[in-house]
């Protein structure tokens, strides 16, 4: 690992802000540089550390990949248009959705179907159209390390690993909160003066609903996992967990409809308790609402006839399921 973590207790959010703004003035020097905006709060607080830093000098782009959840892209479009920030959205779903037929197996479908068609076109076609030379992101120490330990590829992480992103992509990519875990990135979001629904949003993967479709990645099974997300975040979201999440499944499974036999999908619900992603633990949720989530889902997504709830720690598990 070449930076060193910054732990939430040694952390002066004030003055790692002022170092950070001077260090990406200094990286950018007077060029154009793109920031990958996802609206999670590592993309948000490095988007707002280099708008402070270039001002219009500073691209915003949200890409829209199609496995975003519901009103995800205009949400996160009017939250930083009122701080003052414009974004960009860049529709490349059937680029994502072309990538990802047909592929399977986890690591293949991080690599080939979101890693490779995010850094090799799409923000590859932004940064020669907008004459960019640098590829701003936020990349966290957490994300490092456990691709570093073989844990996971995560989608974003490329010269820890031995990847040159100049060699393989063409620009430069600047990563200047990749010291700092999860609640520490908190810590300066809050400094920012970002609002709470984005300082303490919970976590969501850079490969978004694609980490939650095991088996192939189509339209139609995102539509469904996309449903059933927004079902388990409305029931569940507001109880403090780390995450909560919902999981479709591979294989069909009986059920019965109108008293016949009726094969359909299997979703699980995943809802975790954690201080940052590294170990997590299953929260405790009382019965009646799991029973309340499944009915919801197996009612609103006529596809769904089955419903588990996940009550493995990490590890062994992990937090998304690919
Ligand atoms: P796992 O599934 O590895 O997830 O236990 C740990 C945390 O990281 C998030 N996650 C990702 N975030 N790119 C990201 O930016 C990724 O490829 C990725 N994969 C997982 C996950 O949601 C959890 O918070």
Request: neutral net charge.
């Amino acid at each position: 690992m070449s930076a060193s973590e910054i732990i939430l207790e040694k952390l002066d959010a004030g003055r790692f802000i002022v170092e950070q703004v001077a260090a990406i003035r200094k990286a950018v020097g007077d060029a154009i540089a793109i920031s990958a905006l996802s609206g999670g709060v590592d993309s948000a607080v490095v988007t707002l550390l280099a708008h402070r830093a270039m001002g219009d000098r500073l691209k915003t782009y949200f890409i829209e990949n199609g496995l975003m959840r519901e009103g995800e892209a205009s949400q996160i479009v009017r939250i930083f248009e009122a701080l003052g920030v414009p974004v960009a959205v860049v529709d490349a779903s059937d680029k994502f959705f072309a990538a990802l037929k047909g592929v399977t197996e986890p690591e293949e479908k991080r690599e080939k179907g979101i890693t490779q068609v995010f850094y090799k076109d799409v923000f590859a076609g932004l940064v020669r159209a907008s004459g960019a030379t640098v590829l701003l992101q936020g990349t966290n120490y957490t994300d490092v390390e456990e691709t570093a330990a073989g844990v996971k590829r995560q989608h974003n992480v490329f010269e820890q690993i031995g990847i040159d992103p100049k060699a393989a992509f063409g620009y430069q990519v600047l990563e200047p909160i990749v010291q700092l875990r999860k609640p520490a990135v908190r810590a300066v979001a809050r400094a920012l003066g970002l609002p709470r629904e984005i300082a303490e949003r919970p976590p969501f993967p850079g490969p978004a609903l694609a980490a939650r479709v095991i088996g192939e990645v189509t339209r139609e099974r995102v539509a469904i996992v996309r449903r059933a997300t927004l079902i388990v975040e409305e029931e569940l979201g507001h109880r403090g967990a780390f995450q909560v999440l919902a999981v479709l499944h591979e294989d069909p499974v009986t059920g019965v409809r109108g008293g016949r036999r009726a094969f359909g999908q299997q979703v699980e619900v995943r809802c975790w308790d954690s201080a940052d992603a590294v170990t997590a633990t299953p929260t405790n949720i009382p019965f009646h609402l799991l029973c309340r989530v499944a009915e919801r889902i197996t009612s609103e997504i006529p596809e769904v006839v089955s419903v588990t709830y996940n009550i493995t720690s990490k590890p062994p598990s992990c937090i998304e399921a690919v």
